[in-house]
């Protein structure tokens, strides 16, 4: 199923990832398995969650990144020490040289190992992923507001230029009434002027009949 949830974040929702977060810290796991555990939680991808930790949720929890750290560190040494234990009961006495009495045994095995140093770099890897698409993210939104900005100055112009259309279609209709309304007026001076008042004239009975008048 693909994720397009597109709400905005609540403080529930931060306070969930940062308690995540710092849980994987302390375990030893990844902030990318950290922030696909969130994204199943809140339907949301993984990278906008990595993308929230790192621009808003972060800078609020240095302390508490410090001291999980620190717990993971305490952590791994325990987990070290209880393994090599068992090693070091079973471990052949040091052997001395029979030529030289002052002679040094050999030393104990160091708690770094293989194993982790690739856990170290594979998560140092994983982490380099997630603020790489986390920087892809912010970058991808700074491109698409610059987007939208042009589009809006576009519009503004647009909008500047068919003002301006608007205003000089309107002086120019004025303009139009104005000759129409003195057209209207002369035509009605030239009528009044031809117009000749009616003649009557009084018939044998007295009554009062209209000439028709001649040119």
């Known amino acids: 199923m693909v994720k397009v949830r597109q709400d905005a974040w609540s403080h529930e929702d931060d306070l969930l ?3 995540t977060v710092l849980r994987h810290i302390r375990e030893g796991s990844t902030q990318l398995n950290a922030f696909e555990e969130v ?42 020490a209880s393994a090599t234990k068992p090693k070091q009961a079973t471990a052949p006495t040091p052997q001395y040289t029979e030529t030289n009495d002052d002679a040094i045994p050999e030393p104990e095995s160091t708690e770094l190992n293989m194993d982790s140093v690739i856990h170290y770099l ?3 890897k994983e982490d380099y992923y ?8 912010l970058e991808q939104t700074k491109k698409e507001n610059q987007t939208l900005r042009n ?19 309107q002086e120019d209709y004025q303009v139009f009434m104005q000759i129409m309304d003195r057209a209207r007026k002369m035509t009605v001076l030239e009528d009044q002027g031809t117009f000749k008042a009616p003649s009557f004239k009084m018939d044998k009975n007295g009554n009062l009949q209209q000439v028709a008048n001649s040119e």
């Open 39 to 80: 994204g199943d939680k809140l339907n949301r991808t993984s990278a906008a969650c990595g993308f929230r930790w790192n621009a808003e949720v972060r800078e609020k929890y240095e302390n508490a990144i410090d001291l999980a750290k620190r717990q993971r560190k305490e952590k791994k040494r325990a987990q070290a």
């Open 130 to 137: 997630a603020s790489n698409q986390s920087k892809m993210s």
């Open 151 to 169: 589009q809006i100055e576009e519009l503004e112009q647009k909008l500047s230029e068919t003002e301006k259309q608007f205003a000089a279609v």
């Open 122 to 124: 594979t998560q140092l």
């Open 17 to 19: 990832l940062a308690e």
